[in-house]
Nanobody, 121 residues
């Protein structure tokens, strides 16, 4: 079992930055790939980024490449999403998830409760 708690969301102006954190409980955190997804009203849940268990591999959706960076600290059981040059279209609830290294939500077994990110124009 892995329990995930996101933090770091908030309101930011377009062009600004936020760093999301996802703290995991459980001794098996380092065996899971971690992903970030987002969901906004009227849209389907969208993959944002994924990182392999070791951190050696990362994968991003095209719309965030060059702006967002996913990283992890296995000693702290935490995964991060650094978001720069934010746009109003990035407004969503952001969820972290633990599972297999993939851009598909069904490959993830555990989910956090989400943190709201709002980008004003």
């Amino acid at each position: 079992q892995v329990q995930l708690v996101e933090s770091g969301g908030g309101l930011v102006q377009a062009g600004g930055s936020l760093r999301l954190s996802c703290a995991a409980s459980g001794r098996t955190f380092s065996s899971y790939a971690m992903g970030w997804f987002r969901h906004s009203p009227g849209k389907e849940r969208e993959f944002v980024a994924s990182i392999s268990w070791s951190g050696a591999r990362t994968y991003y959706t095209d719309s965030v490449k060059g702006r967002f960076t996913i990283s992890r600290d296995n000693a702290r059981n935490t995964v991060y999403l650094q978001m720069n040059s934010l746009k109003p279209d990035d407004t969503a609830v952001y969820y972290c998830a633990a599972g297999r290294f993939s851009g598909t939500w069904s490959e993830y077994d555990y989910w956090g409760q989400g943190t709201q990110v709002t980008v004003s124009s």
